[in-house]
């Protein structure tokens, strides 16, 4: 296989070839941030014909000039939209940016130009195939991003997460990664589940390594408890 | 080195990179020494990202890193850019893609001549379908000796109706092009149609005695129309070919390659069918202009954009860049 072949079809390779495994964006988020600039779109052109209609027609303009204006402006935003919007905010357009997608080149790069251009006057044509295509390609992408060269990624803003800062002997990354994602997403779980799952981790650590726990104060919950016996920290 | 130790030993670069790549974003000039810097902590950064997606899988240090590599490599890499302004667009990327590209814009052009010689036949033997084709009520002015085209000038004030052609001849040549992308059966459709639809208003005209009138209409602006339409049809085949016959070459490259190609056809062809919009309604059918002349914009236009399009001096020039010709990213 060449090293095209991996970067086009499996995964995305930076620098000294280590693939970047690039959080790609499914058919529901990309069907969410579609949906939402199609709203915004149908919107703009109820202003645009209400809106500049109304005021071209106090403007004192030759005949029938406000209305060839107006049919201009409808077939820009129509093909204009997702271009300018995608090369104006970096790969972003509002409803890419409210569901947090962005626009990425097919090495994982700003993309170019061309590609937006092109993935953005092929999608009348992905209405119809686009879906389909998503959901096949390993890559996540629809008819104008294998043209375009592009790829649509997941692009959120950082979050705060806890990490271990040391573990009992024997234990590894399975079990740092377990410990994590407990104290990540403790407040998403439901009732006291939370604390029961840490009483467990709790109880392992005690077994494994017990000097970890001599300082901790007995009348601590058990996720802060957790939090201090492995020196856990936000980064 | 245990996951513990991993991330005391590193998580200093990363922060520090995190702050680079953050301050970097939002100066958006950076010069060169700056990064370099950034580009060296990346380095660090990607390495470590892979240390810990094969060592220390699905940590909260893992996701980190996987992130910050994405955000460095986003930042750092660009693809190519060719844009070199207007005129050299214009006057050399667009006909050296037009020439490399000649042979399948040879193929929409040949289809859309057949069909229309199919049509003007169907016409004038079967008048009946060519009735069909063009709507009783176009067939009725015919009879009463008058074009549906005048009303161009009587009924709608000239402004909407250059609007309109434009926005409806762009939105032709926009679908002719799109359609490409299924498998160009789109192209092949639009050419079809507007081969047929051109044989068969000839063939009706002419069965009326009302060509003569028609092809004075259409002397000033229908040549480069036409032509512009089959023109995006063609590069629409262009687009087709990358996706069903990549030849010897990786599909994604033979994409690539094809799309690009068929973008630059589609924006050399495009900005001309709005001055066209302008003959359409301003001089196509004024009736104080003598047909001599009407066939002479027809004729210089048609002259210039294929002048623009096959320049010949082009190959005098010094090497183009053009993505099709070259390929890679460089730092941005």
């Known amino acids: 296989m060449t090293e095209d072949d991996l970067r086009d079809d499996q995964a995305v390779l930076g620098l000294d ?33 209400l809106g500049g209609g109304l005021a071209l027609s106090f403007a004192d303009l030759p005949w029938g000039l406000d209305l060839a204006i107006l049919l201009l402006a409808v077939f820009t935003i129509n093909w204009g939209y997702f271009i300018a919007f995608e090369l104006l905010w970096s790969g972003q357009t509002p409803g890419k940016r409210a569901v947090g997608l962005r626009v990425v080149g097919r090495r994982g790069g700003t993309p170019g130009g061309s590609g937006i251009w092109i993935r953005n006057l092929v999608r009348d044509i992905d209405v119809l195939v686009g879906a389909v295509l998503i959901v096949s390609d390993p890559m996540c992408r629809r008819l104008g991003d294998r043209l375009g060269g592009t790829l649509v990624v997941h ?81 | 080195m245990d996951y513990p130790r991993f991330v005391t030993a590193r998580q200093p670069i990363w922060d520090r990179f995190e702050g680079d790549l953050s301050f970097a974003t939002k100066a958006r000039d950076l010069d060169h020494q700056g990064l370099e810097t950034l580009a060296m902590s990346y380095r660090q950064v990607l390495h470590d990202h892979a240390l810990a997606a094969a060592r220390f899988p699905d940590t909260s240090a893992a996701r980190r890193l996987r992130r910050l590599a994405f955000e460095g490599n986003r930042f750092l890499y660009r693809e190519r850019s060719t844009h070199r302004g207007m005129l050299w667009f214009f006057f050399r990327t667009f006909p050296t893609t037009f020439r490399r590209q000649l042979p399948t814009l040879g193929v929409a052009a040949a ?127 262009v687009l087709a070919r990358g996706l069903v016959a990549a030849d010897d070459r990786p599909r994604a490259e033979a994409l690539r390659q094809e799309a690009t190609d068929a973008l630059v056809i589609l924006g050399g062809s495009l900005p001309w069918l709005l001055l066209l919009a302008l003959v359409e309604v301003l001089i196509s059918p004024a009736p104080d202009l003598p047909v001599s002349l009407k066939v002479g914009i027809g004729l210089a236009l048609e002259v210039l954009f294929l002048s623009l399009a096959l320049n010949p001096l082009v190959d005098r020039l010094p090497p183009d860049h053009t993505p099709a010709a070259s390929k890679g990213e460089h730092h941005g």
């Open chain 1, 155 to 235: 692009d959120r803003p950082p979050q705060p997460a806890p990490v271990v800062g040391r573990l009992p002997d024997g234990w590894g990354a399975r079990e740092a990664a377990v410990v994590e994602a407990l104290l990540e997403r403790a407040d998403e779980l439901e009732g006291d589940r939370a604390e029961q799952l840490a009483e467990r981790l709790l109880r392992l650590v005690a077994r494994q390594a017990p000097q970890l726990l001599e300082d901790l104060p007995g009348d601590v919950p058990a996720l802060d408890a957790l939090r201090a016996a492995l020196a856990v920290r936000e980064t």
């Open chain 2, 111 to 237: 289809l859309f001549g057949l069909l229309a010689v199919f049509g003007l036949a169907v016409a004038i033997y079967r008048p009946g379908l060519g009735v069909a084709m063009v709507g009783a009520e176009a067939v009725e002015g015919l009879r009463q000796g008058h074009l549906w085209t005048e009303h161009l000038t009587t009924t709608v004030p000239p402004g909407v109706s250059s609007s309109g052609i434009a926005t409806n001849n762009l939105s032709v040549a926009l679908m002719a092009w799109a359609g490409g992308a299924l498998a160009g059966l789109g192209s092949l459709w639009v050419l079809a149609l507007n081969g047929l639809m051109l044989g068969a208003v000839i063939g009706l005209t002419l069965h009326y005695s009302m060509a003569g009138a028609l092809l004075e209409f259409i002397s000033a602006h229908g040549p480069l129309e036409l032509t512009i339409i089959i023109v995006c049809a063609g590069g629409g085949l």
């Open chain 1, 17 to 49: 070839n280590i693939a970047l495994d690039l959080p790609l964006a499914g058919i529901g988020s990309r069907v969410m941030a579609v949906l939402i600039d199609y709203l915004l779109l149908s919107v703009l052109f109820l202003v645009v014909i």
